[in-house]
């Protein structure tokens, strides 16, 4: 076998191997995205944020994410990240706004992705909450 035969050998193991390993790991869930089944499991990660008790929350119709609100005022989202959901405040200043149906979601920080929520009739409340903090 020449040099260049056995470089095509070992690329090609390589190839092989590489997508053998993507195989198993979607096959034991691992490609699987984030998604919120209950009410009560959004409030577990709530929970995370420490003393943040929501007065209103709302699931995202695909269970891609929640938003809810304290008696404070102040405003959280849960996010995926990876197989799991994190919760995160949004900052005074990030943006909410509202169009048919759908909540956008600009954090305004360094490395934050925006994050859109599908929530219906409840997406023009989240943006008017934000409206009315000033």
Do not use: C, N
Not at 66 to 90: Q, S, Y
């Amino acid at each position: 076998m020449s040099g260049a035969e056995a470089m095509a050998a070992q690329f090609a193991a390589s190839l092989l191997a590489v997508g053998s390993l993507v195989l198993i790991a979607h096959r034991l869930g691992f490609s699987v995205g984030a998604k919120l089944e209950s009410e009560g499991e959004a409030l577990d990660v709530l929970s995370d944020l420490g003393g943040f008790r929501p007065l209103h929350l709302t699931l995202d119709q695909d269970g891609r994410g929640a938003i809810a609100r304290d008696a404070g005022g102040k405003v959280a989202v849960l996010v995926p990240h990876g197989g799991r959901f994190v919760a995160r405040l949004v900052p005074a200043g990030g943006t909410l706004r509202a169009e048919d149906g759908v909540l956008r979601i600009a954090m305004h920080e360094q490395g934050a992705r925006p994050l859109t929520l599908t929530l219906g009739d409840e997406a023009a409340y989240w943006a008017d909450i934000r409206r009315a903090k000033g």
